[in-house]
């Protein structure tokens, strides 16, 4: 009686329990619903996927899969291995318990008896998960309790829906999506019979050896197929494990960059979705137009590439592509984030600062010519890329034609320091000072990155407006006023200029295009680096082509090079629509300009505010008529020197230089400081004295032609200095 009674109280307490339990499940939906993958999908502006990018390496998990998209022959081994009783059952197979007790008592062994139901509680419940020390008898029939619950709520097709989408399978692959992506490299709707086999026979063992695993796999197959093929199942075994660290098979690897970047710039969380300003059709596109252009350039030891290409208007990233994937060394290198020399993709901005700073108009000549620039670690000698000189060039023929010495003795007159604060307004990462750089500048001696060069070069096409790039669908940024609009104007005419850069580019080049578009190129010293930059009216487009190990190129330049890419992603771009030159701001003014000797052909030509002439001479002194504007060549204005204590004060000078098209006389030009005597002289060297200052350039017959103010701050001089003593130094020989 007493044990009938304790019976009956066990029934009871059971029945209890279930009932509670029934109330606190979650519910399958729900279940579904909060599931989430270990990778963030990345998706392109219409919502098609780019790349999947893994956000959570506590395990990896793929999608939710409903049974539909399992394949029936691993439905069918999970079943026979696991639970061959589990659409008959109630959540606990009375029988296994049986068996399991009667091997336990006569010695057989131990054998399992949890249902598919039951390792499920575990799955979903963490109390219900086997501790390393195995489960107690009441945590045994807590889970059961909770199966026999699960069984009541959910149907059987849910359950092992479930299953298959929670349990773990090898190492940290979680789900069926994950095995069979991984693993298998296919989708599990595809596994065949061995393949099913072998992925059941890991839920009893997820980590087991290989051998092992083969023959329970064999096992396996041979009960649920009369003829079994186990031949070299171990072999087939090893192979598949070696893929547990693989890419998913269908990693929609379009943009693998883009997305890793994106990802840490919006920060989604494990199984969320994240839409970008990517276009997946022009992604595409751009990927198989320099492979196409690679394949051609292979025999010139060229292996990679990078590609961006910008909305205008927003600054959205409409393709990005980092690496050439397989031709390259180093395909997970982001190429387009890396910095490389720059070479003369920096001149267009070179020459827009001098043209809005009026010291140069398109018309202006410069001498192609031999040049020796002193600097601090001896003579700086630059030299064309033809080791050519072209004489007197028009600053349209210089910039357009990529001459490299007209574009150092323009940078003589914007100064280093002044183009290096501009370059870093536009993003460019330029972390040193002008002095650091010096005149090599103008060449592009700098390190950028393809992305900040092309949208610096968007500041270009938006006449002078910057912006940062965007990542997603939103709204252009406000963009902040950098560059004159008019200059900006001007370089955008002569890089569209097809005569301008026919010396050294030719007529007909991959940077003409049936439409209107503004190009430069760039190569970098030694060939090692390659660029094709330039826009239309609604696109900029970017390439850079080279080596990641930093290797030269043979026989390439930026036309031959990266100028293919360039050209047949512009005209996918505007095979439909054409594109047109920007309107001509209200402060640019056209005129016929004819040169004197025929040193060009007559044109029409463009210039800012009250700089334009219809003859242009080489400017020979003020008898011979019109040359260009006289300015103050260095110091800049709002320049600030310290004094050091420690070197002699007649030892610490200051240069002052004039910039003109051609040398001066002494009598020309002069300066004047703070209001003092006239120095005449192109240059002149200073002693600076603690104070604000105006320095002011002086004409033949005394007049103003520019001014600058600088500020000399530092110690108090240890010696007097007497008033006249720039003028004494001034004066005498220039290494006073």
Same mark, same amino acid.
């Given at each position: ?12 307490? @059971? ?19 909060? /599931? ?138 979680? #789900? ?43 096992? !396996? ?66 990927? =198989? ?86 600097? #601090?670690?001896?003579? /700086?000698?630059?030299?064309? /890329? ?12 210089? !910039? ?74 939103? #709204? ?22 097809? =005569? ?15 439409? @209107? ?16 930059? #330039? ?70 030509? /463009? ?77 002149? !060297? ?51």
């Amino acid at each position: 009686m007493r044990r009938a009674i304790a019976a009956a109280a066990m029934m009871l307490g @059971w029945m209890a329990a279930t009932a509670a339990m029934s109330t606190s499940l979650p519910g399958f939906e729900s279940l579904r619903r909060d /599931y989430r993958a270990s990778d963030v999908l990345v998706l392109d502006r219409s919502g098609m996927p780019l790349q999947r990018v893994r956000a959570d390496f506590q395990g990896r998990r793929g999608d939710w899969l409903t049974l539909d998209e399992v394949s029936p022959a691993l439905l069918q081994a999970v079943i026979e291995s696991e639970d061959r009783r589990f659409h008959s059952h109630n959540g606990v197979d009375l029988r296994a318990v049986a068996a399991a007790a009667w091997d336990g008592i006569f010695g057989a062994g131990p054998r399992g008896a949890s249902t598919l139901t039951m390792q499920l509680a575990g799955l979903i419940e963490g109390r219900h998960r086997r501790p390393a020390q195995g489960r107690g008898l009441l945590q045994k029939l807590d889970q059961a309790v909770y199966a026999q619950a699960l069984e009541r709520r959910w149907s059987k097709d849910q359950i092992l829906e479930a299953y298959l989408n929670l349990v773990p399978f090898r190492g940290e692959l979680v #789900g069926v999506d994950a095995l069979a992506r991984v693993l298998f490299q296919k989708h599990a709707s595809g596994l065949d019979a061995r393949e099913s086999a072998i992925a059941a026979a890991m839920l009893r063992g997820p980590n087991v050896s290989s051998g092992l695993l083969a023959r329970r796999a064999c096992a !396996l197959l041979q009960r649920t197929r009369e003829k079994a093929d186990c031949f070299d199942m171990k072999l087939f075994v090893e192979a598949r494990l070696r893929n547990r660290a693989s890419p998913r098979f269908d990693r929609d690897g379009l943009a693998p960059h883009f997305a890793r970047w994106a990802v840490a710039q919006a920060k989604p969380g494990p199984g969320e979705a994240l839409r970008t300003s990517i276009d997946g059709a022009l992604q595409r596109q751009v990927l =198989q137009i320099m492979n196409r252009r690679l394949h051609e350039l292979a025999g010139s030891n060229v292996r990679d590439a990078a590609v961006v290409v910008l909305d205008n208007a927003s600054g959205q990233v409409l393709a990005y592509v980092g690496s050439s994937g397989g031709w390259s060394e180093a395909a997970w290198v982001d190429h387009a984030k890396a910095r490389r020399q720059a070479g003369s993709t920096l001149k267009p901005f070179l020459y827009q600062q001098a043209i809005e700073q009026q010291r140069l108009t398109a018309v202006s000549l410069l001498d192609d010519g031999p040049l020796n620039l002193p600097t #601090g670690n001896g003579l /700086y000698i630059p030299r064309n /890329y033809d080791e050519r000189f072209s004489g007197w060039v028009s600053v349209r023929t210089a !910039l357009g034609s990529s001459l490299n010495i007209p574009a150092v003795r323009a940078l003589t007159m914007v100064t280093p320091d002044a183009f290096r604060q501009r370059l870093a307004r536009l993003g460019l990462p330029l972390e040193h000072g002008g002095d650091y750089y010096g005149y090599s500048l103008a060449l592009g001696s700098a390190d950028v990155s393809l992305l900040t060069l092309t949208n610096a070069y968007r500041a270009l096409a938006n006449l002078g407006r910057y912006s940062a790039v965007r990542l997603d669908r939103g #709204g252009a940024e406000e963009a902040a006023r950098v560059m004159d609009a008019e200059a900006s104007w001007i370089v955008g005419d002569i890089l569209s200029d097809r =005569q301008a850069r026919a010396r050294t580019f030719g007529l007909d080049s991959p940077l003409t295009t049936p439409f @209107w578009t503004a190009v430069k190129t760039g190569t970098s010293k030694d060939m090692r680096d390659n660029w094709t930059i #330039g826009w239309s009216d609604r696109h900029t487009v970017g390439v850079w082509a080279g080596n990641s190990s930093g290797d030269s190129m043979r026989d390439v330049s930026g036309v031959t090079g990266a100028g293919p890419i360039w050209h047949d992603i512009m005209v996918y771009l505007h095979g439909r629509q054409g594109s047109r030159q920007p309107p001509m701001p209200e402060g640019v003014r056209g005129g016929r300009v004819g040169f004197e000797d025929g040193i060009e052909p007559p044109r029409i030509d /463009y210039f800012v505010g009250d700089t334009a002439l219809a003859q242009v001479r080489r400017a020979r002194g003020s008898q011979d008529g019109w040359q260009a504007p006289i300015r103050i060549a260095a110091p800049q204005d709002g320049t600030v020197l310290a004094l050091d204590p420690d070197i002699p004060p007649r030892n610490q000078r200051v240069v002052f230089r004039a910039s003109a098209a051609a040398p001066l006389s002494r009598e020309e030009v002069g300066w004047r400081i703070d209001g003092g005597e006239a120095v005449q002289g192109q240059e002149m !060297l200073w002693l600076p004295r603690p104070g604000r200052h105006r320095v002011e350039l002086l004409g033949k017959e005394g007049e103003v032609l520019d001014s600058v103010t600088l500020t000399v701050r530092g110690a108090v001089l240890a010696a007097p200095v007497r008033e006249g003593d720039y003028l004494d130094c001034a004066a005498s020989t220039p290494s006073c």
